[in-house]
């Protein structure tokens, strides 16, 4: 069973970057669908960038769609990289595995990391 593990989150100021790492523990990324979620105080969970393990396609929400950059490593780990951070980035990421044709929604998603906090603030 496919595990999970989230780090690089903590404070950073507006402006400012971060980059998320998601590290398979246990068993391997190659046939998943590899999805970054968020979730804001009081909001509901949302995806904002997916990656295609096989075949390296990516997709953006347009909310994060040229800031956020989603990347695989080809052995273990799929990286986020989170620039020109503002405020509504603030929140719980997560990271999730789901079958290859996993999009958006997260009840698609069987395995996910326990968390990491960004938050963006003066």
């Known amino acids: 069973q496919l595990q999970l593990v989230e780090s690089g989150g903590g404070l950073v100021q507006p402006g400012g970057s971060l980059r998320l790492s998601c590290t398979a523990t246990?068993?391997?990324?190659?046939?998943?669908?590899i999805t970054w979620f968020r979730q804001a105080p009081g909001k509901e969970r949302e995806g904002i960038s997916l990656?295609?393990?096989?075949?390296?396609?990516t997709y953006y929400r347009d909310s994060v769609r040229g800031r956020f950059i989603i990347s695989y490593d080809g052995v273990g780990t799929v990286d986020l990289q989170m620039d020109s951070l503002t405020p509504e980035d603030t929140g719980v990421y997560y990271c999730?595995?789901?079958?290859?044709?996993?999009?958006?929604?997260?009840?698609?998603?069987?395995?996910w990391g326990q968390g990491t906090q960004v938050t963006v603030s003066t």
């Open positions: 999730a595995a789901g079958a290859w044709n996993s999009r958006w929604n997260a009840d698609q998603y069987p395995v």
């Open positions: 246990r068993g391997g990324m190659d046939n998943y669908v």
């Open positions: 990656i295609i393990i096989r075949e390296g396609g």
